[in-house]
């Protein structure tokens, strides 16, 4: 599968992870799915990390703000098509927390280690299966103008 992203909205993912280190940065990617299971980012939505408790390593994005996510979404004639953080001084490798707590089977999720508050590596990953058995494989990151 492919995820395809703007150089310039990889560029303010990217940032937003320099921006709130050493805490993580999160958000959701708005677009849409092709006929091939790949997918196109149009939009990018910051969110405020609402986990108090250990922003260093953990990342929650409010239900509220994701359903309005969502409808805003819709009513443009998209679709949340994935959702990014950042892991600050750790590799761009989803954690078991991570797969833990996704739930959009068929989402990426897109992570960027911020090494020393710079933005280093970003991966995709897609989760797929159903909660029981999900998992996540790699995805490709394209770049696209
Ligand atoms: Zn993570």
């Excluded at 001084?89 to 068929?106: I, K, M, R």
Aim: proline share 4%.
């Amino acid at each position: 599968m492919v995820l395809r992203i703007p150089k310039t909205l990889l560029d303010q993912l990217r940032r937003h992870g320099e921006e709130t280190y050493p805490h993580e940065c999160c958000g959701v990617l708005v677009g849409a799915f092709d006929d091939a299971g790949g997918k196109t980012v149009e939009t990018l939505v910051k969110c405020g990390n609402t986990r108090t408790d250990s922003p260093e390593n953990r990342y929650h994005i409010s239900p509220a703000e994701l359903v309005r996510i969502q409808r805003e979404a819709l009513l443009a004639g998209h679709d949340i098509v994935g959702f990014y953080h950042s892991h600050p001084d750790h590799p761009a490798q989803w954690s078991a927390t991570d797969l833990a707590e996704a739930h959009w089977t068929g989402c990426s999720y897109v992570i960027t280690s911020v090494e020393h508050g710079h933005a280093e590596l970003t991966h995709a990953f897609l989760l797929q299966g159903q909660e029981e058995v999900k998992r996540f494989v790699d995805e490709v990151l394209e770049v696209i103008a």
